[in-house]
């Protein structure tokens, strides 16, 4: 029963799951809470662990969420029902590739609908983020500085290279303050660099 | 060709940390540039259709090259080189992990990791939103204008709410932003008819 639960999930979230890597996020949260297969603490554990080792994050959470409810087998089980709908999908798509190509550029059912769900998408995994804020995650004012801080990090990009696309025009190469602040947004460094705090801090 | 594109897609599985979106330059450099198999133009058709289909924008391409590349062998051997790597790392964590959260260090560790974890999921989004609305110099005039990004970006809230405080399943949001998307299209083609 648990292996048909799991495959069940796992196959939901391959088929709903639009936009890729953060987006499956919301989809899987739910699964697993429903399920009471992880604690919202593991939950943001597995994400950690996910942003710091190779592969795709869905592929990640099911190997994860598959061993820990079923062992070896239910790892195998949830990985292969979150790959098995893209595998229908995807085939029927090759087979049709030449006629698809014809048909739907420019379409704009299908290109509306894929702007609109770009737009989803980013409700979805704003909406994982928020389910995350819980005092289990949050434990005190310094959890919250370690947010605003990583936050900021990660932002802080997108001002800088707005700025220097005048500059560019004379520097083809970009500032070095805008460099400099691509690789303090990069997210593995950041969890590494709240990992180490946390040990100071907390120890 | 089985084992050319599971070596192919096992190197890129095992050195993109960061999900589907980072591998995808490493598979250009490898399946285009290097390997010769599918041509540029091909490639960014590839993307769309992998991003457009539900699933793992890693797997639709390991999907999409393997069958163009070499069939079902190619299938077969692309998706378990692109999956294998990241199943055996999390499955030897998963193993150890259970005994190792006890440990005072790694305790301490995670509960500076947990905050930063969330802020690494909700602060990207900002830049999606921006690359999402068309800015100063894109698209045409009524692709920039406030009504044609304003919806979308209340659909953006409304999903995040609904999901949040409604707790309704994502899934429902997913179908819902398809129906209502294409009944508004179709209202949209029969006034311009008329």
């Known amino acids: 029963m648990l292996y048909l639960q799991l495959f069940i999930s796992f196959f939901k979230i391959g088929l709903f799951g639009f936009g890729g890597g953060l987006a499956i996020l919301s989809l899987i949260q739910m699964e697993v809470e429903a399920h009471g297969w992880m604690t919202q603490q593991e939950f943001v554990d597995i994400v950690a662990v996910s942003q710091v080792t190779p592969g795709p994050f869905g592929i990640n959470c099911a190997t994860y969420v598959g061993y820990t409810t079923a062992g070896i087998w239910g790892s195998i ?18 087979k ?16 509306q609908t894929l702007r609109m769900l ?26 919250w500085i370690i ?57 | ?22 591998m995808l330059p490493l598979i250009q450099r490898e399946v ?7 041509d540029e133009k091909e490639f960014l058709n590839m993307i769309a259709l992998a991003q457009a289909a539900p699933g793992l924008i890693a797997v639709n391409s390991a999907i999409f090259i393997g069958w163009r590349v070499g069939g079902w062998r190619g299938v077969c051997g692309a998706v378990l080189g692109a999956v294998l790597p990241s199943f ?6 998963a193993m150890v992990f259970q005994d190792w959260k006890e ?12 905050p930063a974890v969330v802020a690494l999921i909700a602060a990207p989004q900002f830049k999606m939103a921006k690359s999402a609305i068309k800015a100063k110099g894109e698209g045409t005039k009524g692709e920039r204008s406030l009504a044609y990004n304003l919806w979308p970006l209340a659909l953006s809230l409304a999903a995040a709410l609904l999901i949040w405080l409604g707790h309704v399943n994502p899934v429902w949001v997913i179908l819902a932003t398809i129906i209502i998307t294409l009944i508004a299209v179709s209202i949209q083609h029969s006034a311009f008819r008329k």
């Open chain 1, 77 to 94: 089980l949830a990985t292969t029902a979150i790959v098995l709908p893209s595998l229908i999908i995807m085939l029927a798509i090759c």
């Open chain 1, 96 to 111: 049709a590739y030449f006629w698809l190509s014809n048909k739907f550029q420019g379409n704009p059912y299908y290109e």
């Open chain 1, 118 to 143: 770009r737009f989803t998408v980013i409700g979805l995994i704003v909406s994982a983020a928020l389910m995350l804020i819980k005092p289990t995650n949050f434990i005190d004012t310094t959890s």
């Open chain 1, 147 to 203: 947010f605003g801080v990583v936050a900021l990090l990660t932002v802080l990009p997108n001002f800088i290279s707005q700025k220097s696309k005048v500059e560019s025009q004379k520097v083809p190469t970009g500032t070095p303050i805008k460099r400099m602040t691509e690789i303090l947004s990069h997210p593995i460094l950041l969890i590494i660099l709240a990992g180490v705090a946390g040990y100071c801090i907390y120890r």
């Open chain 2, 1 to 22: 060709m089985f084992l050319p594109l599971f070596w192919t897609y096992l190197k890129i599985g095992t050195f993109t940390v960061g999900g589907g979106y980072a």
């Open chain 2, 32 to 38: 285009v540039d290097r390997q010769g198999w599918i």
């Open chain 2, 88 to 93: 055996l790392i999390i499955l030897a964590i």
């Open chain 2, 103 to 114: 440990l005072p260090a790694v305790e301490a560790a995670f509960k500076g990791i947990r």
